[in-house]
């Protein structure tokens, strides 16, 4: 295949039970606040304790800086997010508010190094093929572009229902998507042969819950699916490295290429979009929200 080598029936079906469990775990995680707490503080703890220091070390796909430093940036976010969505009054304080936008930009600078860095890798790095090349720098501007157009986290609001997420109306479906084809680029830059899962799957996971389940908490789907995720992969890295569902890249550059030019070009036309009606209504991206004109906007701050 164009982006991977064959797709045994058995692993096409894997994909989906991780697709599903991801949303179902995500879910459970909306339960209540004790459900997260134990999910997303007393769990890391237990597998920082006894388990990662023997799985996620060095010489593994798993045992870079930057596998550490994700699997922590997420908890951070699921914690921070839960906090907001549960501390009286937390959601009225605009510098409260400000860290949402911090740990996802947080999260794209984290990748965007990485995807500088490995522009100078070619051949086995860390447990995984890397082929540096033009698309990583083209990515990394992508994921610069994304972090510039995050906007509007002022208006952050906490929901009406039992569930009480965490609803950020001005990050609305082009920003998602653009985000959705950065990040699928850089895991297919610089962890290839994890990309048919911690790309694809894990993406699709939350955008799911995003567009169909509940709208406007994109952010905290995404936190949450990937503190899972990542608490998984560094637990059992061998499902996505050597074990007969692990589905290995291409490598091929041409697919390298196309994949990241899609991400950076969508991400330029966010950019334009963006930033053309900054201009035009003369809204600031720090203080106002953006795209309060956009129904799928109203239809978050209703809900």
């Not at 010489?59 to 870079?64: A, E, K, M, N, Q």
């Not at 653009?178 to 699928?184: R, S, V």
């Not at 895991?187 to 406007?216: E, Q």
């Not at 059992?236 to 490598?251: E, L, Q």
């Amino acid at each position: 295949m164009f982006l991977f080598e064959s797709i045994p029936w058995y692993s096409a079906i894997m994909w989906f039970v991780v697709l599903g469990g991801l949303i179902g775990l995500n879910e459970l995680a909306r339960l209540n606040k004790w459900v997260s707490l134990g999910l997303f503080l007393v769990l890391p703890i237990i597998l920082t304790i006894f388990v990662w220091p023997k799985t996620a070390v060095e010489g593994t796909s798993v045992g870079t800086w930057f596998h550490w430093a994700k699997v922590y940036s997420a908890l951070a976010g699921c914690l921070g997010f839960l906090a907001i969505r549960n501390i009286k009054g937390a959601a009225n304080n605009k510098w409260v508010l400000f860290f949402p936008a911090f740990i996802l930009a947080l999260n794209i600078m984290e990748a965007v190094i990485r995807d500088f860095q490995c522009y100078s890798f070619n051949g086995l790095v860390d447990g995984v093929i890397i082929i540096g090349g033009p698309w990583n720098i083209m990515n990394g501007i992508a994921g610069l572009l994304n972090i510039i157009t995050i906007s509007g986290w002022i208006g952050i609001t906490i929901g009406r229902d039992k569930k009480k997420d965490m609803l950020w109306a001005d990050m609305l479906w082009f920003w998602i998507i653009a985000y959705d084809l950065w990040n699928f680029a850089y895991v297919y830059n610089c962890v290839s042969d994890h990309a048919f899962y911690a790309g694809a799957a894990l993406l699709i996971s939350c955008t799911i819950p995003a567009f169909f389940i509940k709208r406007g908490a994109w952010l905290q789907h995404r936190a949450q699916t990937l503190g899972f995720w990542m608490m998984f992969v560094m637990s059992f890295p061998a499902f996505v490295d050597t074990s007969k569902f692990a589905i290995k890249s291409s490598h091929n550059e041409t697919a390298l290429f196309i994949v990241s030019f899609l991400a950076l070009a969508s991400n330029i036309a966010v950019f334009i979009y963006h930033f053309g009606k900054i201009i035009k209504y003369k809204r600031n991206p720090i203080h106002t929200e953006v795209h309060s004109d956009l129904a799928a906007f109203k239809e978050v701050k209703m809900s």
